[in-house]
């Protein structure tokens, strides 16, 4: 019998993309592909690329240089692209780096097997294609080998609100939700398989709604029917957009004990002008009012959120107002970013702020919600909370695991088995995570 195949994939960006090429690497199964560590050992290499802000695309290329000597060394190594940098270059990807033998969109994952067939041939493919048939239902049902305690479970894709600074819509196409029967069927898949976390994943999770036995379900009617998967202990679902916060998604924080308290709400900015030019369709008005009835049904959410600083057209008045909605609302976690300028997204054309401007503001934002997450994790300290235990950890009896509120907890003396949900005690606070003691 022949030595399997082996795959190397790297992947870069967001969630989702985790969830894709975890999913790229079952279908890849299928044809007799293993994992490989690293690059260096693979038959096959696939960069699973992110589009989201500046330079991706160029970041792509020069990794790809970093293959040519991989690829003379060994002719038969096969190297593909996928992801949003997939969809947006195309073609573009084989002329720049003719070594590259595939590329495929995030719409085509399930054409994988008869791509490789044909690329084993010595031909080139490319499929960028938004097509008519269902990826998810023509990918093979996931496969049964015993896996860690939690999962990404990809329920909604695409979006349709085309803010004015973002590449998804063009990316990832329309907005589509997977009807709630497969995703239920994956949920109990998953669970058999050891998994008793599952982050539900979409560009707007929270505008999930897909098809279930009597109409559409929202996404709390979803995680309802998820709450009663025996074995499943836990449900997370992000990004979530603030307009699509309905009132059963907030009603469920405070009632679906499976839920748990921790919710990503990107809302960019703070100025009702930037979040009008950067068409997000909220003010932080009307943001806030959500953080308010979120905090009403379950006061110790730990929230999340994302900001863009340095929109064209942000003056320090705007970026002021961005400060004092942080303030307000107090984040446990964040994450920030400088505009990028995106080509063909409108607010491409317009009149940029200076970079250094826009750098110093950054550090102002970071240093305000670094603050903020210092002060949330030692409030920590003294509280018992639920930890699921992950892997072992670095200390002899160790074991490390994340909270209710997504922090990383290290356990000590933890005599318990990964996948465990364990009572803790949180002892101590250090910058990226907590220690803790079990609760006998
Ligand atoms: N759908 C989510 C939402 O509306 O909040 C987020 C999707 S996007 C993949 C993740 C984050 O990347 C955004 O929330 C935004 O903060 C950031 N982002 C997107 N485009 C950007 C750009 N052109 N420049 C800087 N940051 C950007
Ligand atoms: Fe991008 Fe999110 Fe806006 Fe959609 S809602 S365009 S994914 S930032």
């Not at 009012?289 to 057209?313: H, N, Q």
Request: overall charge negative; charged content about 30%.
């Amino acid at each position: 019998m022949s030595a399997p195949k082996k795959l190397f994939i790297k992947t870069y960006g967001c969630q989702m993309n985790v969830y894709d090429s975890e999913r790229m690497a079952e279908a890849l199964g299928e044809k007799g592909y293993v994992e490989a560590k690293t690059a260096d050992d693979a038959d096959m290499i696939l960069l699973n690329t992110c589009h989201i802000r500046e330079k991706a695309a160029e970041k792509i290329y020069s990794e790809l240089g970093r293959f040519k000597g991989l690829k003379a060394a060994k002719p038969d190594l096969k190297i593909g692209v996928a992801g949003c940098v997939a969809q947006a270059e195309g073609q573009e990807i084989m002329r720049r780096q003719p070594m590259v033998d595939l590329v495929v969109g995030p719409q085509s994952y399930h054409r994988l097997p008869e791509m490789e067939t044909k690329i084993r041939q010595g031909e080139k493919a490319l499929d960028t294609d938004f097509p008519e048939e269902d990826k998810f239902e023509k990918l093979k049902s996931r496969p049964k080998a015993k896996r860690g305690p939690t999962a990404f479970l990809t329920v909604q894709e695409g979006c349709d609100k085309f803010c004015a600074f973002c590449v998804v819509p063009y990316t990832r196409g329309a907005e589509v939700s997977r009807p709630a029967d497969r995703i239920l069927t994956e949920a109990r898949d998953l669970v058999e398989r050891g998994v008793r976390e599952i982050t539900l994943l979409g560009q707007n999770v929270n505008a999930y709604h897909g098809a279930g036995e009597n109409g559409d379900l929202t996404l709390a009617q979803l995680i309802w029917q998820l709450d009663k998967v025996d074995g499943l202990e836990r449900i997370r679902f992000t990004t979530s957009h603030p307009n699509d916060m309905m009132d059963d998604l907030i009603e469920a924080h405070g009632t679906c004990t499976k839920l748990m308290p921790y919710l990503h709400l990107p809302v960019q900015s703070g100025s009702d002008k930037i979040l009008k030019r950067m068409n997000r369709s909220h003010t932080a008005e009307s943001y806030l009012r959500v953080v308010e009835k979120i905090r009403a049904a379950r006061p110790d959410i730990l929230l999340s959120g994302d900001f863009i600083v340095g929109f064209p057209e942000e003056t320090e008045a705007d970026f002021q107002a961005t400060l004092d909605l942080i303030e307000e609302v107090n984040y446990g976690t964040a994450y920030s970013f400088k505009y990028s300028t995106r080509p063909g997204t409108p607010a491409a054309e317009r009149p940029q702020v200076d970079d250094a401007e826009a750098s110093e503001r950054l550090q102002r934002l970071q240093a305000l919600l670094s603050r903020q997450q210092r002060e949330i994790q030692e409030s920590m300290v003294g509280r018992e909370v639920g930890v699921l235990l992950e892997k072992p950890g670095r200390l002899p009896g160790q074991m490390v695991g994340k909270s209710d509120y997504l922090h990383s907890v290290h356990v000590s003396d933890c005599n318990r088995e990964v996948g465990d949900l364990a009572r803790v005690r949180i002892m101590a606070s250090s910058t990226n995570s907590l220690a803790g003691e079990l609760i006998r």
